[in-house]
């Protein structure tokens, strides 16, 4: 079993910063990769960003290119998302996912099967 737990939301204005967190624990998945996902109220889950674990890969959304950086702890099992010049439409639950499939950044839902419970981002002023 594996038990991924988010930490780091919380309300932010426009233009500030945030930094998540997430921790796998329950056995290492050092070399799978590790997702950030949003969801805002009424709309379907967004890929946010991925981190590889066979090789120090990122992928990223094309709404938080140039804003987000993902980045790894292989030996904690935890992957940061640094969110810099945050805007209103940042505003979502974003939940961290673990694969145990694939150690390439994958940005499909469907390739993570360990899933957080999701932390609120709220971005206002």
């Known amino acids: 079993q594996v038990d991924v737990v988010e930490s780091g939301g919380g309300l932010v204005q426009p233009g500030g910063s945030l930094r998540l967190s997430c921790t796998a624990s329950?056995?290492?998945?050092?070399?799978?990769?590790m997702a950030w996902f949003r969801q805002a109220p009424g709309k379907e889950r967004q890929f946010v960003a991925a981190r590889g674990g066979s090789a120090d890969a990122s992928q990223y959304g094309d709404s938080v290119k140039g804003r987000f950086s993902v980045s790894r702890d292989k030996a904690k099992n935890t992957v940061y998302l640094q969110m810099n010049n945050l805007i209103p439409e940042d505003t979502a639950v974003y939940f961290c996912?673990?694969?145990?499939?694939?150690?390439?950044?994958?940005?499909?839902?469907?390739?993570?099967?360990?899933w957080g419970q999701g932390t609120q981002v709220t971005v206002s002023a």
């Open positions: 329950g056995r290492s998945l050092s070399n799978r990769a």
């Open positions: 996912a673990v694969s145990e499939t694939t150690g390439a950044p994958a940005t499909a839902s469907w390739m993570y099967q360990h």
